[in-house]
C-alpha cells in the first residue's frame, strides 16, 4: 500500500496521458523551428514516444524521469537514438544536464501541485530564464491551483481543459514574459 501511494506523490496519476491530450499539447510546438525540447515527468514515456517521432535529426531531447524503473525502460527503448537523452534525475537540476542552452520548448506532466515547493519555484525559474525568446513550455495539470505562481515566471499564452483525459487535465501554453 505503501509503494502506491509513494507512487501516486511522485507521478500524480497511475494512468498514462491520452493519446489525444499529447498530441494537443505538441500541437503547441513548431518541430521545424526546435532544437533542444525537454520533458519533464516522462514516466512511461507516453509522451516520449510521440515527442521522437516528430523529433528532426537536428534536435535534442532531454527526457528527465525520476523514478529508477522509468528511467531503465527508457533508456533501454531509446539507446540507439543519438539525441535523446534519458536523465535519471530530477527535473531541478534541468541546468546540470542542459547548461547554458536556450530551451524551444519543454513539455512537462509533472505533479507540481503535490511537488515540494522549492522543487517547484527552481524547476519554474531554470526554465524561465533558459527558454528562448520564441520558446514555449506545455505544462499539463489536474488543477488550476498554480496559476498564479505561473503568472510569476511566465506570460499564459493559452490555457486549455482537456476532458478527454483521466482524470481530465488543464493544458497551460507558457511563454517567457
Given at each position: 500500500m505503501f509503494s502506491y501511494i509513494k507512487r501516486i506523490q511522485t507521478t500524480g496519476t497511475v494512468i498514462s496521458t491520452s493519446s489525444s491530450t499529447i498530441q494537443k499539447m505538441l500541437s503547441y510546438i513548431d518541430f521545424e523551428h526546435t532544437k533542444t525540447i525537454l520533458e519533464l515527468g516522462?514516466?512511461?514515456?507516453?509522451?516520449t514516444q510521440q515527442l521522437t517521432q516528430h523529433l528532426h535529426l537536428?534536435?535534442?531531447?532531454?527526457?528527465f524521469e525520476l523514478l529508477p524503473e522509468f528511467a531503465k525502460n527508457l533508456?533501454?527503448?531509446?539507446?540507439?537514438?543519438?539525441?535523446?537523452?534519458?536523465?535519471h534525475d530530477s527535473a531541478e537540476k534541468i541546468t546540470h544536464y542542459v547548461p547554458n542552452t536556450t530551451i524551444d520548448a519543454c513539455v512537462s506532466v509533472l505533479p507540481l501541485s503535490i511537488m515540494n515547493k522549492n522543487v517547484v519555484h527552481t524547476i519554474l525559474y531554470t526554465l524561465a530564464e533558459q527558454l528562448s525568446p520564441n520558446g514555449v513550455f506545455i505544462q499539463l495539470q489536474y488543477t488550476r491551483r498554480l496559476e498564479n505562481l505561473f503568472k510569476n515566471y511566465f506570460h499564459i499564452a493559452k490555457k486549455d481543459f482537456h476532458f478527454w483525459n483521466i482524470p481530465p487535465a488543464h493544458l497551460y501554453l507558457l511563454r517567457r514574459k
Open positions: 516522462a514516466g512511461k514515456g507516453a509522451v537536428e534536435a535534442n531531447l532531454y527526457v533508456k533501454n527503448k531509446y539507446q540507439s537514438y543519438k539525441n535523446v537523452h534519458i536523465i
